[in-house]
């Protein structure tokens, strides 16, 4: 009778030996090689590999800069209407998340502050995804009202928790520090999630 081997994934093995004609006629004759296989089948099912994929944005090719969504004043995160959905996840998938968005900050007249416009990402009402932190900042004392304008880097990941729904919507959420400041996310945005998976 023959034998199960689901293979060794942790034996990734550099090269398969190929049975030659003066090779016995045993079973072991074939069953090296075989094993070989087999391991490297294993390691492979056991890599994190792409699997799903999905992706939101608005394209600015005349560079209109076009708001989106609403102001953000409050200096407390708020949703933005960025957001990118995804389905069918199971406990253990990593989600790649990276993007771009032109962001304003206006900051009005008045005394040195450390101003600042903060973004980050969260996973529906689960958890903030572990990203840097985009931002905007200004500290100088100004007397006429400004606005500051940056293309920020979005880049993050998350590991989808055992609790978790099958669906979550990755959201944008920004805020200010200084009370009467005002962020506005415009176009060009560009958000996308990429996610891994091992068998």
Same mark, same amino acid.
């Given at each position: 009778?023959?034998?199960q081997?689901a293979g060794?994934?942790s034996?990734?093995p550099?090269a398969v030996?190929i049975?030659v004609?003066?090779?016995g +006629?045993?079973a072991?004759t074939p069953a %090296? *090689?075989l094993?070989g296989?087999a391991?490297r089948? @294993?390691? #492979?099912a056991a890599d994190?590999?792409?699997?799903?994929?999905?992706?939101?944005?608005?394209?600015?090719p005349s560079s209109?800069h076009a708001?989106q969504?609403?102001n953000?004043?409050s200096?407390?995160?708020v949703?933005?209407?960025?957001?990118v959905?995804l389905s069918?996840?199971?406990a253990?998938d990593?989600?790649?998340l990276?993007g +771009?968005v032109?962001?304003k900050?206006t %900051? *009005?007249?008045?005394p040195p502050?450390?101003?600042? @416009?903060? #973004?980050?990402?969260?996973?529906?009402t689960i958890a903030?995804?572990?990203?840097?932190?985009?931002?905007?900042?200004w500290?100088?004392?100004d007397v006429?009202?400004?606005?500051?304008?940056r293309?920020?880097t979005?880049?993050?990941f998350?590991?989808?928790p055992n609790?978790?729904?099958?669906?979550?919507?990755?959201?944008l959420?920004?805020?200010?520090?200084?009370?009467?400041?005002?962020?506005?996310?415009?176009?060009?945005?560009?958000l996308?999630? #990429?996610?891994?998976?091992s068998n």
């Amino acid at each position: 009778m023959p034998s199960q081997y689901a293979g060794d994934p942790s034996n990734f093995p550099a090269a398969v030996q190929i049975p030659v004609n003066t090779d016995g +006629t045993d079973a072991v004759t074939p069953a %090296v *090689p075989l094993e070989g296989i087999a391991d490297r089948t @294993a390691g #492979l099912a056991a890599d994190m590999h792409p699997v799903a994929f999905a992706s939101a944005g608005v394209d600015d090719p005349s560079s209109a800069h076009a708001q989106q969504g609403s102001n953000v004043t409050s200096t407390s995160y708020v949703n933005t209407t960025i957001v990118v959905a995804l389905s069918d996840l199971r406990a253990g998938d990593r989600v790649k998340l990276t993007g +771009t968005v032109w962001a304003k900050l206006t %900051v *009005p007249a008045g005394p040195p502050v450390n101003h600042r @416009a903060i #973004l980050r990402l969260v996973a529906g009402t689960i958890a903030t995804v572990n990203n840097a932190i985009p931002e905007i900042t200004w500290d100088d004392a100004d007397v006429v009202t400004r606005t500051f304008a940056r293309l920020l880097t979005l880049d993050g990941f998350f590991v989808v928790p055992n609790a978790a729904p099958p669906s979550i919507t990755f959201t944008l959420q920004g805020k200010v520090t200084v009370a009467g400041d005002t962020l506005a996310l415009c176009a060009p945005v560009a958000l996308t999630a #990429l996610v891994y998976r091992s068998n």
